[in-house]
T-cell receptor, first 112, second 110 residues
Framework: KNEVEQSPQNLTAQEGEFITINCSYS?????LHWLQQHPGGGIVSLFM???GKKKHGRLIATINIQEKHSSLHITASHPRDSAVYIC??????????????FGTGTLLAVQP | EAGVTQSPTHLIKTRGQQATLRCSPI?????VYWYQQALGLGLQFLLW???????NRGNFPPRFSGRQFPNYSSELNVNALELEDSALYLC?????????FGPGTRLTVT
């Protein structure tokens, strides 16, 4: 079983829809990241969370440390949001917290 | 503030050659991380350097090595290249609990 699980793996939405991508993890963490990767492109860091909720434009990320779960929401989705969204956690390894473990990603396609 | 930079953007090598990838962290960051994203696979942790020393290493053969310079920039070296080394190599810099990613170097081995 992967230490970081994302769902769904693939998601197709119509422009304007509200989108939710979920991430669950099974290890102790110090922070959780949401990353965006466009086809053939590099990775952009969207959010880094250790508690609560963050908002940037149409993107909202929440984390529940007790339930070991995070969600990424996209409001009023647009075709340019089409990308792979990756959840990654900073795993606590002994005293070190810098090792990142990645989920397999969610491929989002927003159709006009 | 400049972000994490990587060079080159693309690199084409033939099997058996060596590849050198470079990364410059965000000013003030002492840690540099390297990740590999091979085609069809997720991101995999490769190496973590901090203050000039290798702190942690992922499950990769010794052909993958690197170093961190006094200015905290880093090189990733891949020796005896194999076809399956073709991948996007990402560098990130940061401190405890935070990592900021560079745009990546796409290595193609033919």
């Amino acid at each position: 079983k992967n230490e970081v699980e994302q769902s769904p793996q693939n998601l197709t939405a119509q422009e304007g829809e509200f989108i939710t991508i979920n991430c669950s993890y099974s290890v102790g963490i110090s922070a959780l990241h949401w990353l965006q990767q466009h086809p053939g492109g590099g990775i952009v860091s969207l959010f880094m969370l250790s508690s609560g909720k963050k908002k940037h434009g149409r993107l909202i990320a929440t984390i529940n440390i007790q339930e070991k779960h995070s969600s990424l929401h996209i409001t009023a989705s647009h075709p340019r949001d089409s990308a792979v969204y990756i959840c990654a956690v900073n795993r606590r390894v002994g005293g070190a917290t810098n090792k990142l473990i990645f989920g397999t990603g969610t491929l989002l396609a927003v159709q006009p | 503030e400049a972000g994490v930079t990587q060079s080159p953007t693309h690199l084409i090598k033939t099997r058996g050659q060596q590849a050198t990838l470079r990364c410059s962290p965000i000013s003030g960051h002492t840690s540099v991380y390297w990740y590999q994203q091979a085609l069809g696979l997720g991101l995999q942790f490769l190496l973590w350097y901090d203050e000039g020393e290798e702190r942690n290493r992922g499950n990769f053969p010794p052909r993958f090595s690197g170093r961190q310079f006094p200015n905290y920039s880093s090189e990733l070296n891949v020796n005896a290249l194999e076809l399956e080394d073709s991948a996007l190599y990402l560098c990130a810099s940061g401190g405890p609990g935070e990592q900021y990613f560079g745009p990546g170097t796409r290595l193609t081995v033919t």
